[in-house]
């Protein structure tokens, strides 16, 4: 990872085909992605160590229910990890979205749910014309 400041004093940040993320654990929240990330069990928790860390201070979850239902739990399909998410996985990401609410909270960031029937309540929910307009 490179990191290049504009004439503005805006970074900006490249990725290579050979940076990678130092995986520190789980149960965490990194705001320094140089020193590593967390994935909280979800690559949704993950995204938004890496937003933040690009200096993005809102962030709106779109599509984020954390609900099973039957079917596919992944965009190819299902694993053999994933028969019984909905008493395992789904529990751990809820809990770790949940402390990264707590981290943020005393933070400037803003995390927004925009899910009309989501699971996740750490943070508040909005609607999707609101997010739309956030834009």
């Known amino acids: 990872m490179r990191q290049l400041t504009k004439s503005l004093g805006n970074p900006v940040i490249f990725f290579d085909q050979f940076d990678t993320f130092h995986l520190l654990g789980s149960k965490r929240f990194s705001f320094n992605l140089e020193k590593g ?10 995204a938004m160590q890496v937003a933040i860390y690009l200096g993005f201070m809102k962030i709106i979850h779109l599509g984020l229910d954390l609900k099973y239902n039957q079917g596919p739990t992944h965009f190819f399909g ?13 529990p751990k990401m809820i809990r770790m979205m949940g402390h990264a609410a ?3 909270a005393d933070t400037d960031i803003e995390i927004y749910n925009c899910g009309p029937d989501s699971a996740l309540t750490c943070f508040e929910q909005v609607s999707l014309d609101w997010a739309i307009q956030q834009s």
Request: net charge negative; aromatic share 8%; glycine share 4%.
């Open 78 to 90: 299902r694993d053999s990890v994933s028969a019984n998410h909905e008493n395992t996985e789904i």
């Open 102 to 104: 707590e981290v943020l």
């Open 37 to 46: 990330v967390y994935s909280g069990y979800t690559v949704s928790c993950l």
